[in-house]
């Protein structure tokens, strides 16, 4: 067990006694895209996917149990969680009290330092967070794999944000039992070369997507004739992103991200009706990524579920690269990210 490990199990509470628990995690980025699930309930994806998870935008969560309550507090930057959300919360902790054999009701207080439901992955560092925070004040004691197992089933992509630096998240094997299919799919730490990648986000539009990202992936699968054709392709996208990793060869990592997401967005645009994320805004930074690129800086553009563009690139090149999008995109808000650390029990004791 690595030190990384180590600390997402700081003082769990003794099995089967009420506790209380903090734990941050960061968002990560998919270099190669989680796009589709095969099982709704279980969060099986139909692809792999890999990531980076972020040094900015943290997600802080406190869960404290509480033996009285009736019913799971649920508070999102200081403000009672409603509707879908507070669902989903809840939802959650059910899952985790099942596996605790625990009763007892939550309180749970969340920071979200990035706005939420932009596309900009807060519901990755949101139950990555959760997971590890709920999972330590009812007393599971996971370890690292089983908490992104647990993290997944609040959001897919947060099963990789468990893990710092650069996550797989493996589908899972189907053997025909869903324990097997459950257990299977989890994310995991994959080796990279040497490389000093930033991304380079540029928030066009901080406001909430019109379209979850659930519903646009089910949309994508059940009526978009390109799915299929992408999800190959995305296989060989994987394999060629983990040889560039090992490497260290931004270029390659790049290009084959820019593609995979593109080609996401592709099976998007082809669904009936049409889910479309992508923003005149989103095209103008578009542009500056490949003037960036032909003037000789490797730069590389990925998006996600909403119209905010991700610019992968060395952190030498960072600033320039922020410009250049700040430029293209004015009133937008730029952020420089590199690799950051997975997700971790806070100290309670201060
Ligand atoms: C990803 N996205 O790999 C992809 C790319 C958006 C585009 O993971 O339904 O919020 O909760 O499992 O994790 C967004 O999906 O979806 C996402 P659910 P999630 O990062």
Same mark, same amino acid.
């Given at each position: 067990m690595n030190a990384e490990h180590r600390t997402t199990l700081v003082r769990p509470p003794a099995r089967g006694t009420a506790g209380s628990a903090t734990a941050v995690a960061y968002p990560n980025i998919a270099l190669i895209k989680y796009w589709g699930k095969r099982d709704e309930r279980l969060v099986l994806p139909v692809t792999d996917s890999l990531s980076m998870t972020l040094d900015i935008f943290p997600t802080t969560t406190r869960v404290r149990l509480d033996p009285g309550a009736e019913h799971d507090e649920v508070t999102l930057n200081g403000v009672p969680a409603t509707g879908e959300a507070q669902r989903r919360v809840v939802a959650f902790l059910e899952l985790v009290r099942e596996q605790a054999g625990l009763p007892q009701r939550a309180v749970v207080d969340t920071g979200n330092t990035v706005p939420t439901g932009a596309g900009l992955a807060s519901s990755a560092s949101g139950f990555a967070a959760l997971?590890?925070?709920? =999972?330590?004040?009812?007393?599971?004691?996971?370890?690292?794999?089983?908490?992104? #197992?647990?993290?997944? #089933?609040?959001?897919?992509?947060?099963?990789?944000?468990?893990?710092? =630096?650069?996550?797989?998240?493996?589908? =899972?094997?189907? +053997?025909?039992?869903? +324990?097997?299919a459950d257990l299977s799919s989890y994310a995991e730490p994959v080796p990279a070369g040497e490389l000093d990648p930033a991304l380079v986000i540029a928030v066009v539009d901080a406001g909430p997507k019109a379209v979850s990202s659930r519903e646009a992936m089910r949309r994508t699968v059940d009526t978009s004739p390109l799915y299929g054709p992408w999800a190959a392709s995305s296989k060989e996208d994987l394999l060629g992103m983990r040889g560039a990793l090992r490497r260290g060869d931004l270029d390659a990592m790049g290009e084959i991200a820019e593609r995979n997401a593109l080609g996401m967005h592709a099976t998007m645009l082809a669904a009936r009706p049409a889910v479309r994320y992508l923003s005149p805004a989103t095209l103008t930074v578009l542009d500056s990524v490949l003037r960036l690129r032909r003037d000789g800086v490797p730069a590389y553009a990925t998006m996600d579920a909403g119209p905010n563009v991700k610019v992968l690139c060395h952190r030498a090149d960072a600033d320039r690269v922020a410009a250049a999008v700040r430029g293209a995109a004015p009133g937008s808000s730029v952020h420089i990210a590199g690799p950051g650390q997975g997700a971790r029990l806070l100290d309670e004791r201060g």
């Open positions: 997971a590890v925070a709920a =999972g330590a004040a009812y007393g599971l004691g996971l370890d690292a794999t089983a908490l992104s #197992r647990l993290a997944r #089933r609040g959001s897919g992509s947060a099963s990789r944000s468990v893990f710092g =630096g650069f996550a797989i998240w493996h589908a =899972g094997r189907d +053997t025909g039992t869903a +324990t097997d």
